[in-house]
């Protein structure tokens, strides 16, 4: 029995609408054997409970458990006959709980893990680290600080695709714990997008609209010049007072990502970021007023920049405090650049081994069918000479050509592909029927003198997204080496969607279950996406214009020699921001060569960026 005394019955009173409540015995890791008999309260994503060592009411917080699972129970020196137990991993520690029946175990289970499973969009029903941060934030940010993004170019300023931070920030909203950011998968532009993303979708922002107004007139105030620096001083006092006014999760996330920003900003000189950048930025993103009005944008810049050059002292963040995290962090650096290494050798080592791959010579149906040892290392120049040479194959109109979905649909490789690697990039759902052939070039007559002359491209057509068969009407654009599409030609609108033409495998031809509305037709891939779009013309000359439109878009880079005379794949080339298809609510005109003002129309989770799909 223990006794609640009077402080310790109104915490208790504060919980009365409970979801469950009763006795259960606890022990905290599995080397110790004392098991405690206490009564527990679960409200929300909270399970109280009395603590004997802290005479004190204890909590276990739900948002920070990593697994949570039932085993069976060894303890000889229980004396309940049912010892199953219930395990809560948390950050550093392991707390085992056993209710005394089946019956109760299992209620107890379901209601534990009904609580830590459920998620919503505000900052406090996050699943936390046991630093009492989001996961995304601390995921996102240790993905930027282990994998050179501190001296990236650009680095919070430039944008990732669309699309690819939509889904890291569904995933992480889905998933916290599951999600794992690879660098192979995800760039750090995709990543440091779905960091602005995520705070700009949170319900109540970071810095909260209840202290909106204080931070705002506290950045306001005149500075006397008489006074500058008292005033400055008893501003940062303010700073100081105000940050201890937040909610605890919100003062916690914010230290971590400021921590983060001034990280960031010491390396100004390599990634081009300083304090005035990266607040103009996070200033719009973490502060918002309760009437979505925008005057203050540049004060709220003020106060991010305040927070990121105080830093240490608004936080009371010590010398050795930061040199733990930098050593932390260079630890980590240091290991992934060893598995880097050893994953490069590997490679290496795989781009060396061959593999005997069938072609054609002509058609599958009627060519003559050879065998060929490849590997990833070879390009699609090396390989046509190398068979056109073997078979003394007369002319040199030849193509080395990649056929899909059962031969409806065909692409010219370019000469710098590495053949091998696309075949084994296949969709697996449709590999079995492809295949690679070597047939004459049947485009080049029809194309040259599209490819020769100047490659922008717009008018209306027919366009298919591949995941239904609908056809829309749409009006297309091609220039700077990018595609974009309209609802209609107006010069002032904004486009539907576009791609970097780079990044496309251009097909020749429409699967026939997508209905083509004409006969005329080109399909095409986005990157590593299996999905096949297509577009259909109303002539064949139209096909032809755009196609070679397309092609010179494509192989522009192929003139550009390293010193090494490799040639250079134009999808590694850098494209510039203002040739993608902006958000449609963000204009340009309205930046500022010093601090960027935003526009009235660009605003965190209250309007789209060009973060957002």
Same mark, same amino acid.
């Given at each position: 029995m223990f006794c609640i005394n009077s402080n310790q019955k109104f915490q208790f009173n504060s919980y009365q609408k409970f979801q469950f409540a009763g006795f259960l015995h606890k022990k905290d890791g599995a080397a110790t054997t004392n098991w405690q008999r206490l009564w527990f309260v679960l409200k929300g994503k909270s399970l109280m409970f009395y603590s004997v060592t802290n005479d004190s009411i204890d909590e276990i917080d739900l948002r920070k458990v990593v697994t949570l699972s039932r085993q069976e129970g060894s303890d000889r020196n229980s004396t309940s006959e049912f010892n199953q137990y219930i395990s809560v991993v948390l950050p550093g520690k392991i707390v085992y709980l056993r209710a005394e029946t089946k019956q109760a175990s299992d209620a107890w289970f379901g209601a534990l893990q009904k609580a830590a499973a459920h998620k919503g969009p505000a900052l406090d029903q996050q699943q936390l680290t046991g630093e009492n941060v989001p996961i995304i934030v601390s995921e996102c940010i240790k993905f930027v600080a282990t994998h050179d993004g501190l001296t990236t170019e650009g680095i919070y300023r430039l944008s990732g695709t669309s699309s690819i931070i939509s889904k890291l920030v569904n995933m992480f909203a889905e998933d916290p714990r599951g999600v794992r950011l690879n660098p192979e998968d995800y760039t750090i532009h995709d990543v440091t997008g779905a960091l602005k993303k995520y705070f700009r979708e949170l319900p109540d922002p970071l810095m909260t609209q209840k202290l909106y107004k204080e931070w705002i007139d506290k950045a306001g105030e005149t500075i006397k010049p008489n006074k500058k620096c008292q005033d400055h001083d008893t501003k940062l006092q303010w700073y100081h007072y105000l940050l201890r006014e937040m909610p605890s999760i919100n003062y916690d996330t914010l230290k971590v990502l400021i921590g983060h920003l001034s990280s960031v900003s010491a390396y100004a000189t390599e990634?081009?970021?300083?304090?005035?950048?990266?607040?103009?930025?996070?200033?719009?993103? !973490?502060?918002?007023?309760?009437?979505?009005? #925008?005057?203050?944008? /540049?004060? @709220? %810049?003020?106060?991010?920049? =305040? !927070?990121?050059?105080?830093?240490?002292?608004? #936080?009371?963040?010590? /010398?050795? @405090? %930061?040199?733990?995290?930098? =050593?932390?962090?260079?630890k980590y650096r240091d290991g992934l650049a060893k598995l880097k290494e050893a994953q490069q050798a590997a490679r290496r080592s795989e781009m060396d081994m061959d593999l005997l791959v069938e072609m054609f010579i002509g058609s599958k149906e009627t060519g003559q069918s050879i065998n060929i040892k490849l590997n990833r290392s070879q390009t699609a120049d090396e390989?046509?000479?190398?068979?056109?040479?073997?078979?003394?194959?007369?002319?040199?109109?030849?193509?080395?050509?990649?056929?899909i979905s059962n031969g409806e649909l065909e692409r010219l490789f370019h000469g710098y592909e590495r053949v091998l690697v696309d075949i084994m990039a296949w969709n697996p759902q449709i590999a079995a029927g492809n295949y690679v052939c070597i047939k004459e070039n049947p485009l080049q007559p029809h194309i040259s003198l599209y490819i020769k002359s100047m490659h922008a491209w717009n008018g209306f057509l027919k366009y298919c997204d591949g995941v239904t068969r609908k056809w829309k009407r749409y009006h297309f654009d091609l220039s700077s080496n990018v595609l974009n599409y309209y609802r209609d030609n107006k010069s002032n609108s904004n486009p539907l969607g576009g791609w970097k033409v780079a990044e496309l495998k251009i097909y020749m031809g429409v699967e026939k279950k997508k209905q083509p509305p004409t006969e005329w037709g080109i399909s095409f891939t986005v990157g590593a996406e299996h999905t096949i779009r297509a577009i259909c013309f109303e002539r064949q000359d139209d096909l032809y214009m755009w196609l070679g439109g397309l092609l010179k878009s494509k192989t522009d880079a192929q003139s550009l020699v390293t010193e090494l005379n490799d040639i250079v794949d134009p999808s590694l080339l850098t494209y510039s921001q203002a040739n993608l298809p902006p958000t449609p609510t963000r204009d340009s005109k309205h930046r500022r060569s010093k601090i960027p003002k935003f526009p009235l129309n660009w605003r965190k989770s209250r309007m789209p960026s060009i973060d957002d799909g």
């Open positions: 990634n081009k970021m300083y304090t005035k950048n990266l607040a103009a930025v996070f200033g719009p993103t !973490l502060m918002a007023s309760s009437d979505q009005s #925008f005057h203050n944008t /540049d004060k @709220e %810049i003020k106060v991010i920049a =305040d !927070l990121i050059d105080y830093y240490t002292w608004l #936080f009371g963040v010590s /010398d050795e @405090e %930061i040199t733990k995290e930098r =050593d932390k962090e260079e390989i046509l000479n190398q068979v056109v040479a073997q078979q003394q194959m007369p002319g040199d109109n030849w193509a080395l050509v990649e056929k």
